[in-house]
């Protein structure tokens, strides 16, 4: 079947400008997960998603990131007012529940320019 | 706090030789662990998970781990390496405690493959 899948694969922004990536988990998976993959950081956890229960928000760099899920499915990472640090592949994950394998999407790469 | 070591960087290998892939973490409860691999421009791939049972653990393109609770260690191994396993390989512990879900990674270690 379909796996994760972002959009856009690229996103070139000048800093200052909001920008928002989108994630469409495996139809069925009912726990959503945003990821950072920097070149100094490594990978790092950003926002989980569990159906309808609150959304762990506790690896949000600061208050400029903001994520929501619609309908229990498809998921938005808002970055307003981008800085350069920003700049870092984002990748999404979904697993049937919490507590087992994720699935990984191809990731979005930001550049902040 | 919860943590997982990648020793190697970067590691060569030969074409046709073994491998094997060190990962060391720290985690206070029963780890459930991961090993992801990922190919320039791709996502993460999941090769193999441990969560309980035979600490042997058999995943796909012919890898396989081994989970040493006394070591703290889930090494990733195969017996002959293919120049398409050339990748950065991922480690990782699922952060399972309360109510958290995410996985906690290492830095990776960068495989390339000589002909």
């Known amino acids: 079947g379909a796996g994760v899948s972002q959009s856009p694969s690229n996103k070139v922004t000048e800093k200052g400008k909001d920008v928002e990536l989108r994630c469409d988990p495996i139809?069925?998976?009912?726990?959503l997960y945003w990821y950072r993959q920097s070149l100094g950081q490594g990978l790092e956890f950003l926002i989980y998603?569990?159906?309808?229960?609150?959304?762990?928000k506790s690896g949000l760099p600061s208050d400029r990131f903001s994520a929501e899920r619609t309908g229990g499915s498809v998921s938005t990472l808002t970055i307003q007012r981008t800085q350069q640090e920003d700049s870092a592949v984002y990748l999404c994950?979904?697993?049937?529940?919490?507590?087992?394998?994720?699935?990984f999407g191809p990731g979005t790469r930001l550049t902040v320019t | 706090a919860q943590s997982v070591t990648q020793p190697d960087i970067h590691i060569t290998v030969s074409e046709g030789a073994s491998l094997e892939l060190r990962c060391n973490y720290s985690?206070?409860?029963?780890?459930?662990l991961f090993w992801y691999v990922q190919s320039p421009g791709q996502g993460l791939q999941l090769l193999l998970k441990?969560?309980?049972?035979?600490?042997l653990v058999q995943g796909i393109k012919g890898f396989e781990a081994e989970f040493k609770r006394s070591q703290s260690s889930f090494n990733l191994r195969k017996p002959s390496v293919h120049w398409s396993d050339a990748a950065e390989y991922f480690c990782?512990?699922?952060?399972?405690?309360?109510?958290?879900?995410?996985?906690?990674f290492g830095k990776g270690t960068k495989l390339s493959v000589k002909p």
């Open positions: 994950a979904s697993s049937l529940k919490r507590g087992i394998e994720q699935y």
């Open positions: 998603f569990q159906g309808n229960s609150a959304p762990d």
């Open positions: 985690y206070g409860a029963t780890p459930y």
């Open positions: 441990y969560f309980s049972g035979d600490t």
């Open positions: 139809s069925g998976h009912t726990a």
């Open positions: 990782a512990v699922g952060d399972y405690g309360g109510s958290q879900g995410n996985l906690i």
